[in-house]
């Protein structure tokens, strides 16, 4: 199998590296782009010809310099995404602001930077189980994730001309940092702990318990692939089945 090269935009948070794990351990070649000087991060990866470019998927011509300089890319996946719970009344509008443009503004920017220089046949973004269900304290973070697959949908019916493909991926609650954060700001809020926020995130899932990083990644990378050329503008759900 020829070497393929992929694009991972956030690629050293935790869902993103254990997506280029799983990619380079494919034989994947990737660019991995994410905030700041985080290369060191990536410098474990199986195979060899990764590189890292800082990128700010919030400004256009971040992504543009990124996509630019990149040559023959396969598959494009974004891992980007930033979290914040708490009621509309108390939000402060410049926190929903930056979320928009980080994780919904920014998967424009992708799509937009990668169809002007490297036309990829994949994209794969990662979206949540909160794109497809709303809850209290979900607004902000919800709308962006709701967004986000309404414009894969979209994009997805527009890139079909040229036979190329665009899918999100939806995780329930991840094993992650991320998370963790996220089980503290509601604990806080609801006179708990964050342990028993954990522990009720795990019983959200009929699997009774958190999915994990690979779980996704594997997902990622099925659509990532050929393996999945008969999909596109779906979303897959990886949440253990919900409760
Ligand atoms: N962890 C979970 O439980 C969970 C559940 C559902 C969906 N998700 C989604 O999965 C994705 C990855 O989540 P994670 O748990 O790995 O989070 P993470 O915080 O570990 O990783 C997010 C990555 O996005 C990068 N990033 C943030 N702002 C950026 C910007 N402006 N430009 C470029 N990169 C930027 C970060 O540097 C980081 O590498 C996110 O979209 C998140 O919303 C996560």
Redesign the pocket.
């Known amino acids: 199998m020829s070497a393929r090269r992929v694009l991972v935009?956030?690629?050293?948070?935790?869902?993103?590296?254990?997506i280029c794990r799983r990619l380079a351990a494919d034989g994947d070649e990737l660019v991995v782009?994410?905030?700041?000087d985080?290369g060191h991060l990536i410098s474990d990866l199986p195979g060899e010809g990764h590189t890292f470019a800082s990128?700010?998927?919030?400004?256009l011509e971040?992504v543009r310099a990124v996509a630019a300089a990149c040559t023959d890319i396969t598959a494009v996946v974004?891992?980007?995404?930033?979290?914040y719970t708490g009621p509309v009344a108390e939000t402060d509008w410049s926190m929903y602001e930056r979320m928009q443009?980080?994780?919904l503004q920014?998967a424009f920017h992708i799509a937009a930077a990668c169809e002007e220089s490297c036309s990829p046949d994949a994209y794969v973004?990662?979206?949540?189980?909160?794109g497809l269900t709303g809850e209290a304290g979900g607004a902000v973070?919800c709308s962006?994730?709701f967004g986000l697959i309404g414009f894969v949908q979209s994009f997805a019916a527009e890139i079909a001309a040229r036979g190329a493909r665009a899918n999100t991926?939806?995780?329930?609650?991840?094993?992650?940092?991320?998370?963790r954060d996220?089980a503290a700001a509601v604990a806080e809020r609801e006179g708990t702990s964050a342990e028993a926020m954990l522990d009720r995130?795990a019983g959200d899932s009929a699997f009774r318990r958190?999915?994990t990083?690979d779980e996704?990644a594997e997902a990622v990378a099925f659509l990532a692939s050929r393996r999945s050329s008969g999909i596109s503008g779906q979303s897959l759900v990886v949440d253990g089945a919900p409760n």
């Open positions: 935009f956030g690629g050293t948070g935790s869902i993103g590296l254990a782009a994410d905030l700041g985080r990128c700010d998927v919030g400004d971040s974004s891992a980007v995404g930033i979290n443009r980080v994780n920014g973004f990662l979206a949540s189980v909160a973070y962006t994730k991926v939806c995780p329930g609650n991840v094993d992650s940092p991320l998370l996220l995130f958190l999915i990083v996704v």
